[in-house]
């Protein structure tokens, strides 16, 4: 148990919807990153949070957004659903400091687009 | 992208067997780190090896490092029926955005 959570654990919905993921940070870590990851292949890099800014960005486009609150805890928000965003969403967290960037993973929300 | 290539994409073994998976990387890189992901769930961190490291041991776990040929290998020894999962490996290159391009991946079958 890496102690990041989120959800909800899986997700029905239709193109052209929107849809809010959620993630809750591990304890002590200000940093969330958000990873795609399609059938068959590694996890892609969307977005990385770090005080509630956004700190980099992966290839994806601007219907993809997230947020990151005080608490870190954070969101991944997908409008516009298209069939290709069905994948397994995770969210990890880290604490920044120098070299080391160890990040722990939540288990994941799978979204399916119909 | 994916950063590079995981060898080999699956792999069957008998328990009690060693595994070695290998990773190819293109760029140049501050750490690596290998990942275990069951049935399509969530990411679990198992060991990383720093750029200046070559070899590094967690229990069972072997990780070796080339950065002269980009290339990393995890060893699993006497491997179990619990190994069972996918094993990627994933760099992280000391920029200023912290994130993680991953391989795509070695799908290990341990058989009991």
């Known amino acids: 148990e890496t102690g990041v959570t989120q959800s909800p654990t899986h997700l029905i919905k239709t193109r052209g919807q929107q849809v809010t993921l959620r993630c809750s940070s591990q304890?002590?870590?200000?940093?969330v990153s958000w990873y795609q990851q399609a059938l068959g292949q590694g996890p892609q890099f969307i977005f990385q949070y770090y005080r509630e800014e956004e700190n980099g960005r992966g290839n994806f486009p601007p219907r993809f957004s997230g947020l990151q609150f005080p608490n870190y805890s954070s969101e991944l928000n997908v409008n516009a659903l298209e069939l290709d965003d069905s994948a397994l969403y995770l969210c990890a967290s880290s604490l920044r400091r120098s070299n080391l960037y160890e990040q722990y993973f939540g288990p994941g929300t799978r979204l399916t687009v119909t | 992208s994916q950063q590079g290539e995981e060898d080999p994409q699956a792999l069957s073994i008998q328990e009690g067997e060693n595994a070695t998976m290998n990773c190819s990387y293109k760029t140049s890189i501050n750490n690596l780190q290998w990942y275990r992901q069951n049935s399509g769930r969530g990411l679990v961190h198992l060991i990383l090896?720093?750029?200046?490291?070559r070899e590094k041991h967690s229990g069972r776990l072997r990780v070796t490092l080339d950065t002269s040929k980009k290339s990393s290998s995890l060893l699993i020894t006497a491997s179990r029926a619990a190994d069972t999962a996918s094993y990627f490996c994933?760099?992280?290159?000391?920029?200023?955005?912290?994130?993680?391009?991953f391989g795509t991946g070695t799908l290990l079958a341990v058989q009991p």
């Open positions: 090896i720093r750029s200046n490291e």
């Open positions: 994933a760099t992280y290159n000391g920029g200023a955005t912290n994130k993680l391009i």
């Open positions: 304890s002590g870590h200000n940093t």
